[in-house]
T-cell receptor, first 115, second 114 residues
C-alpha cells in the first residue's frame, strides 16, 4: 500500500481478554517497529524487526506482550490478559532497511481501551 | 524514555513569536529525528540530523545538532496556528545489523494562540 496501515483503528476490550493488533508496512520495507504511546506521553519502544534477524524485544513490558512478523511483511502485536494500564495508542512504523539514517513511516495507530 | 529528555514539556506562544524546543541525551546519538504529531493523527517526519554541527531548515522550522551529537534544538520562527501539535525527538543509539531502534523523547506540546 501507499503507507503503513494499522487495524483496527480503535479497539475496546474487557480486562483479561486477549487482543491482536495488525500492522501492514509499506511494501518492500524490511524494518518494522512497534511503539506505544500513553496519553500525554512520548513513544515507548516495544519491538523491532529487521529482515530475517531475531527481533529486538527489549521494549516489551511483560510476557503478556508478543509480536510476530510473518513472511517479512505483516506484523501482529498480541496482548494477552489485557490490563487497564495497557490502554494506549499502539503505533507501527516501517523503514526500507532499518538503517539509522532512514526515515520511519508511521501508521495512524490503534487506540486500545481496556475497560 | 529517560535516554532522551525534551524540554519544555509544553509551550504556549502567541502567533508570530519564535520558539525553541530542546532534546538532550547523555549518550552520543547516531541519528536524531524530529517528528510532529497532531491529535488523532500519525507522526509526520520533519527532519533528520546525523553529523555533529549539522543544521537543516524547512520553511520556518530549523533543527540543529550540536558538535558532540548529544543535543538538538528545533526552532520555529514566526509561529502560526498550523505549527501547533506535539513535537517528538527520536534518536538511534545503537547499530543493530546496520540499523537500530529509535528511542523517542516524551514530546513537547505546542499551542499557538491566534
Amino acid at each position: 500500500g501507499a503507507g503503513v496501515s494499522q487495524s483496527p483503528s480503535n479497539k475496546v476490550t474487557e480486562k483479561g481478554k486477549d487482543v491482536e493488533l495488525r500492522c501492514d508496512p509499506i511494501s518492500g520495507h524490511t524494518a518494522l517497529y512497534w511503539y506505544r504511546q500513553s496519553l500525554g506521553q512520548g513513544l515507548e519502544f516495544l519491538i523491532y524487526f529487521q529482515g530475517n534477524s531475531a527481533p529486538d524485544k527489549s521494549g516489551l513490558p511483560s510476557d503478556r506482550f508478543s509480536a510476530e512478523r510473518t513472511g517479512g511483511s505483516v506484523s501482529t502485536l498480541t496482548i494477552q490478559r489485557t490490563q487497564q494500564e495497557d490502554s494506549a495508542v499502539y503505533l507501527c512504523a516501517s523503514s526500507l532497511e532499518g538503517a539509522f539514517n532512514e526515515k520511519l513511516f508511521f501508521g495512524s495507530g490503534t487506540q486500545l481501551s481496556v475497560l | 524514555s529517560q535516554e532522551l529528555e525534551q524540554s519544555p514539556q509544553s509551550l504556549i506562544v502567541q502567533e508570530g513569536k519564535n520558539l525553541t524546543i530542546n532534546c538532550t541525551s547523555s549518550k552520543t546519538l547516531y541519528g536524531l529525528y524530529w517528528y510532529k504529531q497532531k491529535y488523532g493523527e500519525g507522526l509526520i517526519f520533519l527532519m533528520m540530523l546525523q553529523k555533529g554541527g549539522e543544521e537543516k531548515s524547512h520553511e520556518k522550522i530549523t533543527a540543529k545538532l550540536d558538535e558532540k551529537k548529544q543535543q538538538s534544538s528545533l526552532h520555529i520562527t514566526a509561529s502560526q496556528p498550523s505549527h501547533a501539535g506535539i513535537y517528538l525527538c527520536g534518536a538511534a543509539f545503537m547499530i543493530y545489523n546496520q540499523g537500530g531502534k529509535l528511542i523517542f523523547g516524551q514530546g513537547t506540546e505546542l499551542s499557538v494562540k491566534p
